[in-house]
């Protein structure tokens, strides 16, 4: 069993839709749940972390983490074709290998004018 | 500020020959890792320094992978020799802590014939 499961998708909707990207991980010791966006030929770059369970949000996104449930969510209000991209889940312990970020494969993210 | 760099963007290589991939972290940032994903598969972790030591290098794939940073500032990633199954995209990151915030380059696409 892969440590997080992502849908890869591809995912397509109209541009001011509601979107709910969503991953399960499996290693209890996971305390760090991060949502990256990754543009075509660019890396992944940071949206948005939390630190175990409950809500975060920053402008249109929102983090959810259940920790109960090992689901981890993003969700996009008012989607922009800007933000077609991949949307990848990762997670991290706390403690001493907090560094090795483990990656769901990523969800590729389509919004149509 | 400048980000992560890496040199090449792409390489393509013949079984057998050798690749050296470059990263340039963000200056000032200790730790730097090496990542990579394989077509159809997640991102996984392959390596983490903290400046010029290797503290963790449990994900590299087998010892036709060396990876140094000499004087804690760039890293090269070293593939000899170059088999099918190593091509993909190697992705350097670099934080200032451990922990969730790393910053990651554009990646360096390597293509094994």
């Known amino acids: 069993q892969k440590e997080v499961e992502q849908d890869p998708g591809p995912l397509s909707v109209p541009e001011g839709a509601i979107v709910s990207l969503n991953c399960t991980y499996s290693n209890s010791a996971f305390q760090y749940f991060m949502w990256y966006r990754q543009y075509s030929r660019k890396g992944p770059e940071l949206l948005m972390y939390?630190?175990?369970?409950g809500n975060k949000e920053d402008g249109r996104f929102t983090a959810q983490v259940d920790k109960s449930s090992k689901y981890i969510s993003l969700f996009i209000r008012d989607s922009q074709p800007s933000d077609s991209a991949t949307y990848l889940c990762a997670s991290l312990n706390s403690g001493g290998s907090n560094y090795k970020l483990t990656f769901g494969k990523g969800t590729l993210l389509t919004v149509n004018p | 500020e400048a980000g992560v760099t890496q040199f090449p963007s792409h390489s393509v290589i013949e079984k057998g020959q050798t690749v050296t991939l470059r990263c340039d972290p963000i200056?000032?940032?200790?730790?730097l890792y090496w990542y990579r994903r394989v077509m159809g598969k997640e991102i996984k972790f392959l390596l983490h320094f903290v400046k010029e030591s290797k503290q963790d290098e449990s994900g590299m794939p087998n010892n036709r992978f060396l990876a140094e940073r000499t004087g804690g500032t760039y890293s090269t990633l070293k593939v000899q020799p170059a088999e099918l199954e190593d091509s993909g995209v190697y992705f350097c990151?670099?934080?200032?802590?451990?922990?969730?915030?790393?910053?990651f380059g554009p990646g360096t696409r390597l293509l094994v014939l």
């Open positions: 200056s000032g940032h200790d730790n």
């Open positions: 990151a670099s934080s200032q802590r451990t922990g969730p915030r790393q910053y």
């Open positions: 939390t630190y175990s369970s």
